[in-house]
């Protein structure tokens, strides 16, 4: 089980980089070593996310300790302890810098229903309104208070945090959610923006997000075959 994990990390960082969330060696993705433990497999400081293999990862508990792995480890790993304390049916969280996700954290805007990205975020989008980094379980905290039950925050100037009962479904939503942003972005360009009525909305929801079992594992699917081929494993 434990190697799954590992394995299903490391294709998480490879994805997320091939996606274009890869901000230099910034970003970082973290799994519960098993379902309901206190400690969780970390990717390492220092090289970037699509640069990951199962030896680069460190294995730490909530308060920082190192418990395997000799990889440095990011000091804004309570971004993870915190959310896994506060939420423990989550066993992924990402953290990264997408670049529109980014420029959305540095302006007041809210998240519409624009497209089919944005779908996944029907109900709403976590705000975390400070600049500072994350680097103590005081603010770990705030943060995850900020995220709530709620599936990906905002990290005021500075990035997002996603969620997911499983990695499959963080790493969606964390791609997802800087498309819908994309999205709403070049939409707002082109005119008044067409916001997706709720009744419409309410039709959608079961296809478009991961209320539809199957969607997050179809994307991922595709993804890893996109990222693969990349990298010239396919
Ligand atoms: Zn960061």
Known sequence: MTADVRQLLVDSCRILAHAGQEHFAFGHVSAREAPGVDRFWFKGGGLGLGEMTVDDLVLIDFDGNRLGGTAPIHNEYPIHAEIFRARPEVTCVVHTHPFYSAAFAGSDWELKQVGQDAVNFWRGVGRYDTSVLVTDAEKGRALAAALGDLDVAVLANHGIAAAGRTVIDAT???????????????????????????????????????AAKTRAQGVWEWLLRQTDKADGRG
């Not at 969606?172 to 709403?184: L, P």
Request: zero cysteines; proline letters at 8%.
């Open 172 to 210: 969606y939503f964390a791609i997802e959610f800087d498309r819908a942003v994309q999205m709403q972005a070049l939409a707002q360009q082109l005119g008044p923006l067409r916001i997706t009525p709720q009744d419409e909305l309410d039709q959608l929801i079961p296809y478009l997000s991961t």
